[in-house]
């Protein structure tokens, strides 16, 4: 079986699997990919991503499409024009599924299903003689409504909570960064930064130069900028990530599980945003060995990395971080404690 995902499902699921990534920009490409397999009755499943109209469905079959998208592939196509027309009607095999409206570019809520360039490659493939097809439609993952749920925190006053809940956990993840500071001038990004609490904190400390906030909830940045003035707060989405400078230091506290791929995430920290001898520390409190943490994903309705610590210890291993090390902070009865994960970037 051949696996395709659109270009559009790859950049908001980089881990999507596949074998192949069809992109809209190059058609011709796309089709010598598929021409490898010389098998035409080959089952190919085709991916796409868009909005799905049933609540809490991450995937939906496909039985047929409505091109919207303004592209007829067919069209001044060399390959294609050399086969005659035939009947897509059932073009994906399937009298159970629903329909998707292929948009383009901009996803129109407006329509069923929506999706981008789904029916775009399928009917290339249909075409080119490749009839086993199926497809499916994929969620718009959640991220974004992560965000949405931290503004209602901010508006209704819910973020307060945070600096309490956070405390001894930053507390302890303080003293490896202030034992990580000896004698250097630091600079330190507070990735996912909330209401600013802890960049404040560790910008006012004499062992931190400076210290800068990062988070994609306007609510929590508003509220940052104008509680904190001497710290600086930045509004980013950090599945796109792309600070002006570098960091000695990327911290964070409970965030990174939100991101739609904390591995490229932490793998961007290492190789673009951490000067050489930098130190990565998170802490999260949502993690496979926290049996309580693991409700959270349902109960915010939004979507979460769950990783057992020594995954994410893992992540940093593989992306070469050395002296990379775990600790878990206020452990109770039926709480496994908040895990504090570090690495060093090229240390000896
Ligand atoms: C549980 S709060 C933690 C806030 C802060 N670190 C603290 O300890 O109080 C998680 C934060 O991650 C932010 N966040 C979630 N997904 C994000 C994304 N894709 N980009 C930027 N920030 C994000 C939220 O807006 C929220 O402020």
């Known amino acids: 079986m051949i696996i395709i995902a659109t270009k559009e499902l790859i950049k908001n699921q980089p881990e999507f699997k596949r074998d192949i990534v069809a992109d809209i920009n190059d058609l011709k490409g796309f089709q010598k990919e598929i021409q490898k397999t010389q098998n035409v009755l080959e089952k190919i499943t085709i991916y796409d991503i868009g909005k799905i109209d049933i609540k809490n469905k991450d995937q939906l079959k496909i039985k047929d499409h409505i091109n919207k998208s303004g592209i007829n592939p067919i069209i001044k196509n060399e390959t294609i024009n050399k086969i005659t027309f035939e009947d897509i009607s ?24 929506p999706s981008h360039y789904l029916c775009v490659f399928s009917i290339i493939l249909f075409y080119l003689g490749y009839k086993n097809l199926q497809a499916y439609l994929v969620n718009y993952d959640k991220t974004e409504s992560s965000i949405n749920v931290f503004n209602q925190w901010a508006k209704t006053g819910k ?36 209401n600013g609490w802890a960049t404040q904190d560790l910008n006012k400390e004499t062992f931190i130069n400076k210290a800068t906030g990062y988070d994609g909830s306007l609510e929590m940045i508003k509220k940052a900028k104008k509680t904190y003035l001497e710290t600086d707060f930045f509004r980013m989405d950090l599945n796109s990530w792309s600070p002006k400078q570098t960091f000695d230091i990327i911290y964070s506290m409970e965030a990174i599980y939100y991101l739609s791929s904390p591995e490229k995430f932490i793998s961007d920290c290492y190789t673009k945003w951490l000067k050489n001898g930098g130190l990565f520390i998170a802490a999260l409190d949502h993690y496979k060995e926290n049996a309580q943490s693991l409700s959270w994903p349902e109960d915010l309705n939004v979507k979460m990395q769950t990783k057992s610590a020594n995954e994410w210890k893992n992540i940093l291993e593989k992306n070469k971080f050395r002296h990379c090390n775990i600790e878990y902070v206020n452990q109770k009865k039926d709480w496994n404690g908040t895990l504090i994960f570090w690495g060093i970037k090229d240390a000896l």
């Open 90 to 113: 059932n073009i994906y095999k399937t009298k159970e599924g629903h329909t998707t409206t292929c948009c383009g570019k901009k996803i129109n809520l407006d329509y069923s299903n």
């Open 159 to 194: 973020d307060e909570g945070m600096k309490k809940n956070h405390f001894p956990a930053f507390e302890e993840a303080k003293k490896t960064i202030k034992q990580f500071c000896e004698n250097k001038t630091i600079t330190l990004a507070d990735i996912g930064c909330g």
